[in-house]
């Protein structure tokens, strides 16, 4: 003869009913599979008490746990990329603009150096016409000392005449 194993309310609780007897099922176990035999009669396969639902939520807790280092990781590792490509960028366009700076300041030396030749050409010439300048006064001065003369010796040429 074959057992059946049915399921029975008893109480507001549950209870298995086995060969003619209903058994009572504690009040914190949880029927999680049932099935049925070849009768059709149903059968209990698995029962789990609360304490086996309190470690399937321990578990599901360690797997979430688990799964959320796991995307820190990837994470992690996808900004560390992302990071270096942007450190790449970043030291090409510092070489970039160092470059650019030290050909300003080539730029600024040369600069520099054409200033100084205009500042003593500069210099140079207005020397030259500074001198110029003495000499015309002197040419000037002298020129008048030789009219001064000159009348003098048509004054005196007119008074002996």
Do not use: H
């Amino acid at each position: 003869m074959r057992r059946t194993i049915g399921i029975k309310r008893v109480n507001c609780f549950k209870g298995i009913f086995v060969n003619g007897r209903i058994r009572p099922i504690e009040k914190s176990a949880r029927l999680t599979k049932m099935g049925y035999d070849k009768n059709g009669r149903t059968r209990i396969w698995i029962i789990f008490r609360k304490e086996a639902g309190v470690l399937i939520i321990v578990y599901l807790s360690l797997a979430l746990i688990v799964l959320a280092i796991a995307s820190f990781v990837v994470s992690a590792f996808r900004t560390i990329k992302m990071i270096k490509g942007s450190l790449v960028d970043f030291s090409k366009t510092a070489a970039k603009i160092r470059k650019r700076i030290e050909g300003i300041i080539k730029e600024k030396n040369q600069l520099t150096k054409n200033i100084e030749n205009i500042q003593q050409d500069f210099y140079q010439k207005k020397e030259k016409v500074q001198d110029a300048v003495l000499r015309v006064q002197s040419v000037k001065i002298s020129l008048q000392e030789a009219l001064y003369k000159a009348k003098e010796i048509f004054k005196s040429a007119r008074e002996r005449a």
